[in-house]
């Protein structure tokens, strides 16, 4: 009888240290674009507005922004706000789009997994409803936006449907992507031992397409802010979205580049957060997918 020798002491440890390496290269990676864009985009914008002359009282620098947030005084003449009473104002209006951007995220991506994983078990919904789909999309949304608004009233009922639609399409795009392109010879597997469509999909093409699950995560969260500015602009009336409409007519652009910034600022830092879960999430269930993005 024959006796298997163990492994040599170590041989266990390297793939997780591989694995453990590639996902903290890959949050390096990811932080230092981070930050490479942030000043990437601080030169933009200061050079745009010197190149094109704009007028400060139109175009604020980030130094403006940042006299805005942290230094201003109160000036009752102007009615001018406090720093303090800047951030404030800003900080309710952010949580409204955060509380709006989060329904949006979560009901599009839901909605995404649970029609993309009935047209990869029925080909035949898939052939019927997907050319609606692409018809449904194919309009505006600002032209939805009112027969949204008439339908599911202006509160946070439309904010969901309204945010959904902008985030349910490209993360079906994507999770349709990654669900085609399981390997054949796992779906042979499954389909030998006889397991059901349900048991497949679940032991098999979701953990598969796990990249492009992720990748519709991190598309999404630009989208879903976007998509809760656009409900708040047309339907709700309040939030972020509402604050840069109405600080317009009044002329006060250093509330309303105040606002733009600390949106975008909550964006990257928001796909920064997904990108470390992605990165977590695939070490442990595809570590393969780690090592080809490293």
Avoid at 75 to 98: E, I, P, Y
Avoid at 153 to 163: F, K, M, N, S
Avoid at 225 to 246: D, F, P, V, Y
Avoid at 265 to 291: C, F, K, Q, T
């Amino acid at each position: 009888m024959s006796v298997s020798t163990p492994p040599p002491a170590g041989v266990d440890e390297l793939p997780r240290s591989a694995i453990r390496s590639a996902m903290l290269a890959r949050l390096a990676r990811s932080l230092g674009s981070v930050l490479i864009s942030i000043v990437v985009i601080l030169a933009l914008w200061v050079g745009f507005i010197r190149f094109y002359n704009i007028q400060p009282v139109i175009a604020k620098s980030p130094l403006d922004v940042w006299r805005y947030l942290f230094t201003a005084k109160v000036d009752t003449v102007h009615g001018f706000r406090s720093a303090a009473g800047n951030r404030q104002v800003l900080w309710h209006n952010l949580k409204t789009t955060l509380r709006d951007a989060s329904l949006g995220y979560v009901a599009g991506f839901v909605m995404a997994m649970a029609v993309s994983s009935i047209f990869i078990m029925q080909r035949t919904v898939e052939q019927t409803f997907m050319p609606v789909a692409l018809v449904l999309r194919s309009v505006p949304l600002l032209a939805m936006t009112p027969l949204i608004t008439l339908i599911f009233g202006r509160d946070i009922l439309a904010v969901t449907v309204i945010g959904g639609i902008v985030c349910f399409f490209p993360a079906l795009v994507n999770m349709m992507y990654g669900l085609r392109n399981t390997p054949r010879s796992m779906l042979d597997l499954m389909s030998s031992y006889g397991a059901s469509k349900l048991t497949t999909l679940r032991k098999v093409l979701v953990p598969a397409a796990l990249p492009s699950i992720f990748a519709s995560l991190r598309i999404n969260v630009p989208a879903s802010i976007i998509g809760a500015l656009l409900a708040e602009w047309l339907a709700t009336g309040k939030g972020s979205g509402q604050e840069m409409l109405t600080v317009q007519n009044t002329f006060n652009y250093g509330e309303l580049w105040s606002a733009v910034v600390i949106v975008t600022l909550v964006s990257i830092i928001a796909y920064s957060v997904v990108s470390a879960v992605e990165a977590a999430v695939l070490s442990r269930y595809a570590p393969d997918s780690v090592g080809r993005r490293s």
